[in-house]
């Protein structure tokens, strides 16, 4: 009679144990084509892994039944890596409870900017698998699909300011195809005011493979509507696909473009008589200010914006480096060489200064390094009211080697001027 009741009390305890609950229980297999990677913030990296049930998931099941689940896919630098994530980081779907939800938001950045499971550059590496281990050593191999609508990975502009097309280059997380019905399919957001325009493009020059594209912009004269490196871009909505048919959406995130603007010389067409120029004992004086502080005047000088980041992205341009490759300021050189003359011809002044990359004076980044000239002649007397003419020579350096020349680079030499003396 005890034995009896030692084993009654023996079943009972296995019926009320999670353990032998989890025994009893059915594995509830996963569907067989509705399982996605999904990028959810559409920033181009995965983000969430969704999987679909064919019967009623729970808080309780997950906890009992589910042990892991793994997947392969490529890091930032394209290496394909084996991730695992454990049951206590899913959750049921509160708008399906056949569908369970893997948040990989806290590391997505560790992945690579990917969007499609079958990208070109990546053939081979086996990435995009996934495996659901369940309780008992049971193991799902799911059939994962491509949730991810495409993104931008990289913007690039040229800018002339209006003056002839820019061209801004653009590639995508995977290959794409743009709506016949679109008439545009970028926008930016401008960096002053948050306004968003349409980008009107004048032609567009893809690559083989439909994941790059060179734009070309049409000139605006009006600076507001111009797209500028300070801005940055996004795919307009329902305009773009990838090649099982996922669509931009509208939560498509705006993506930072980088380049340069060519490299200007401003030089004066009227110099009119100042203060400030009184106060100079020197004929020519270098100024070093900050562009967004400094005082437009018109004295006479000759100003170019020089480092910062859109300084060094066109250096990259004029050295062939890629956008990340680093410029030692320190092996900057700047050097200015002016003479001017009478609209005659005869000598007026002149000076050649140069200025290292490593100088205290060009605290500011950018700077707007000038070279003003005091109305003097060479004798120290003012000269009088009329037109002068100027030759101008601005050069870089880099590493010793001459890299920018405004005569050759601009085609500026000789540039006429007026002086009105008060």
């Known amino acids: 009679m005890h034995k009896t009741l030692m084993k009654y009390a023996l079943l009972l305890a296995l019926?009320?144990?999670?353990a032998f609950g989890a025994f009893i229980q059915s594995p509830i297999t996963p569907h067989s084509k509705q399982n996605f990677f999904r990028d959810m913030d559409a920033d181009g990296r995965l983000d969430q892994i969704s999987l679909r049930f064919l019967g009623t998931m729970s808080r309780?099941?997950?906890?009992?039944?589910?042990d892991s689940l793994e997947f392969h896919w490529l890091d930032s630098s394209g290496v394909c890596k084996r991730y695992v994530v454990m049951s206590d980081q899913m959750?049921?779907?509160?708008?399906?409870?056949?569908q369970v939800l893997i948040d990989l938001k806290k590391i997505q950045n560790q992945f690579l900017m990917l969007t499609s499971m079958s990208r070109m550059d990546y053939a081979g590496v086996g990435f995009g698998d996934a495996t659901l281990f369940i309780a008992d050593s049971i193991e799902f191999n799911l059939n994962m699909r491509d949730g991810m609508p495409p993104a931008i990975s990289y913007a690039h502009l040229k800018s002339f300011r209006g003056e002839k097309s820019d061209t801004l280059s653009v590639s995508f997380t995977e290959n794409v195809e743009i709506d016949d019905g679109c008439d545009a399919f970028v926008e930016f957001k401008s960096a002053k005011d948050s306004t968003v325009h349409i980008l009107s493009v004048n032609s567009a020059n893809w690559n083989y493979w439909n994941d790059q594209v060179v734009l070309e912009i049409l000139p605006e004269k009006d600076e507001q509507q111009r797209i500028s490196t300070r801005d940055s871009i996004r795919l307009v909505s329902g305009c773009v696909k990838d090649s099982v048919k996922n669509v931009v959406r509208d939560s498509?995130?705006?993506?930072?473009?980088?380049?340069?603007?060519?490299?200007e010389l401003h030089f004066p067409i009227l110099a009119v008589?100042?203060?400030?120029?009184?106060?100079?004992?020197?004929?020519?004086?270098?100024?070093?200010?900050?562009?967004?502080?400094?005082?437009?005047?018109s004295s006479w000088k000759v100003s170019m914006e020089v480092l910062g980041p859109e300084f060094e992205n066109a250096l990259?341009?004029?050295?062939?480096?890629?956008?990340?490759?680093?410029i030692n300021t320190s092996k900057l050189r700047f050097i200015c060489n002016?003479?001017?003359?009478?609209?005659l011809g005869s000598y007026v002044a002149g000076t050649r200064m140069s200025v290292k990359g490593g100088d205290s004076r060009l605290k500011y980044a950018p700077t707007r390094l000038s070279l003003r000239w005091n109305l003097m002649d060479e004798h120290h007397r003012y000269?009088?009211?009329?037109?002068?003419?100027?030759?101008i020579l601005v050069a870089i350096e880099y590493e010793g080697k001459i890299i920018f020349r405004s005569d050759k680079n601009m085609g500026v030499k000789t540039r006429m001027f007026g002086v009105m003396r008060r």
């Open 15 to 18: 019926l009320v144990s999670g």
């Open 60 to 66: 309780e099941y997950l906890d009992e039944m589910v």
């Open 91 to 98: 959750s049921v779907d509160p708008q399906n409870n056949r």
């Open 252 to 263: 498509s995130k705006f993506f930072p473009v980088t380049g340069f603007y060519p490299l």
């Open 273 to 297: 008589e100042s203060s400030r120029d009184n106060e100079r004992a020197s004929q020519f004086e270098l100024e070093f200010e900050n562009p967004e502080e400094a005082v437009e005047d």
């Open 316 to 326: 990259r341009d004029i050295l062939g480096l890629n956008e990340k490759a680093e």
């Open 338 to 343: 002016v003479k001017i003359y009478t609209n």
């Open 383 to 391: 000269v009088g009211s009329g037109a002068y003419l100027s030759t």
